[in-house]
């Protein structure tokens, strides 16, 4: 059976703290900062608009007008640019504004994922909405939400993406076990756990930062008591709806995944991210003339062997 209700809005949470980018962080949010020239925001919101969702709604706390206001128009701005012609910096400047309508609803207390998306149910109502995570960055090329938002139609319920890791890594993340379906790239999630240790994960598929939510996920955020971290977790109100059977959540659907075997860029944690800035710069036709060079230059300079800071040679502030 196909389900005709179409899947037009995203919503994204931004509300973390950005513990692990501190100083960075005291006062721009996480997903302002730039992976390259460009807020990692700002790649999550047009990957939601290439998949045909222009009604995107930011989950935001304290501190984070700026976010906001990044996809507004900045009128002081504009101005001087136009006034020294500068044509493609106004360029830059507008766009974000124009991408799609960009609201925000605030999130009072950092009460976990799964408050976050409560926190918009006024805003998308009874229609099915995407989730999108702004730490992970997903390669466009793959149409990872485009093909979630096709399950969706076909399967009904709430979709999630699934991704193989090594099993030392499903700690960090929620984790699926789930029954093939006729589709190859499809699956039937019959579990989810949150951050599970590595002797008790169903299996070494994690879910990644993107998800397609039936509305009947608000009622059951509603009564899902604080999870892991005593947050109270998007992974705990799908599990409920994956295992409706056997629980609350009948009539939600149930839950699939959509297998994704692209390329995920986590911009969470130090390492992730640097190697996303060095990624994406090697993949820009403007810069990777030059700094592809450089970057063979400057490790092939690097002592063999030695992989400690000691490895540059000086001190660096
Ligand atoms: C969140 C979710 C987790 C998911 C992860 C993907 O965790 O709770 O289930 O696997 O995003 O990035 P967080 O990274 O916010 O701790």
Redesign the pocket.
């Known amino acids: 059976m196909a389900h005709s209700a179409a899947v037009t809005k995203a919503v994204v949470p931004v509300a ?1 703290l950005g513990t692990r980018f501190l100083p960075a962080t005291k006062v721009t949010p996480k997903v302002m900062l730039p992976v390259v020239d460009k807020p990692a925001i700002q790649y999550v919101v047009e990957e939601a608009v290439q998949a045909g969702l222009r009604d995107v709604v930011l989950v935001t706390g304290d501190g984070q007008r700026s976010v906001t206001e990044h996809f507004g128009r900045a009128h002081h701005l504009e101005a001087r640019l136009a006034a020294r012609g500068n044509e493609r910096a106004l360029a830059e400047v507008r766009a974000p504004a124009e991408l799609a309508a960009v609201s925000c609803v605030r999130q009072d207390a950092p009460r976990g ?1 799964g408050h976050a998306v409560l926190c918009a149910a006024g805003h998308v109502g009874a229609e099915p909405f995407a989730v999108l ?1 702004g ?2 960055l997903i390669d466009p090329g793959e149409r990872l939400l485009a093909r979630m938002i096709e399950a969706r139609r076909r399967y009904g319920g709430s979709i999630v993406a699934l991704m193989e890791v090594p099993p030392d890594q499903v700690s ?3 984790c699926a076990s789930f029954k093939p379906t006729d589709d190859p790239d499809v699956v039937a999630v019959t579990d989810l756990v ?2 599970p240790d590595p002797s008790e994960a169903p299996s070494n598929w ?4 993107r998800y397609v939510c039936d509305p009947a996920i608000f009622p059951v955020l509603r009564a899902t008591p604080a999870g892991r971290g005593g947050e109270i ?3 705990d109100a799908l599990r409920a709806l994956a295992t409706a059977d056997r629980g609350p959540g009948r009539d939600g659907g149930g839950v699939h995944g959509v297998l994704f075997r692209g390329r995920r860029y ?1 911009t ?1 944690n130090k390492q992730d991210f640097l190697r996303t800035t060095v990624e994406f710069a090697c993949a820009r036709p403007d810069l990777a003339p030059d700094f592809v060079p450089w970057l063979r230059e400057f490790l092939s300079a690097l002592p063999d062997g030695q992989d400690g800071p000691d490895a540059i040679g000086r001190q660096l502030p």
């Open positions: 973390g994922l995570l730490d992970d960090a993340y929620g949150e951050k994690i879910v990644i930062g977790q998007l992974t986590d969470g």
